[in-house]
């Protein structure tokens, strides 16, 4: 069992940065798989960001690649979303997500755990 809570969001400019943290409270961090995922209203969700156990294997959405960043640190148990060249269309809530599996996972139903969210908006 992991409890995820995101926070970091906010009203930033279009071209501006954010960045995005996610605390998971488990004893066995390191055995998760975590991403990012968004949903814009009226949308559904959709996968940002993954980084396998070790932090060594990313993979990106197309939407955002080379402008968002994921990390993750072992020692406290958090995992990131650098935002950068943000535009308007990023705009959405954005999840983070743990999964307890080998390499990374791009699809909604391979996370088991969800954090509540925190909101994005990007004004033009």
């Not at 949903?39 to 955002?64: C, H, L, M, N, W």
């Not at 994921?70 to 809530?93: C, F, G, H, W």
């Not at 080998?102 to 033009?124: F, K, L, N």
């Amino acid at each position: 069992q992991v409890q995820l809570v995101e926070s970091g969001g906010g009203l930033v400019q279009a071209g501006g940065s954010l960045r995005l943290s996610c605390a998971a409270s488990t004893r066995t961090f390191s055995s998760y798989v975590m991403a990012w995922f968004r949903q814009a209203p009226g949308k559904e969700r959709e996968f940002v960001a993954t980084i396998s156990r070790s932090g060594r294997i990313t993979y990106y959405a197309d939407s955002v690649k080379g402008r968002f960043t994921i990390s993750r640190d072992s020692a406290k148990n958090m995992v990131y979303l650098q935002m950068n060249s943000v535009k308007p269309e990023d705009t959405a809530v954005y999840y983070c997500a743990a999964a307890q599996i080998w390499g990374t996972a791009t699809r909604r139903d391979e996370y088991d755990y969800w954090g509540q969210g925190t909101q994005v908006t990007v004004s033009s």
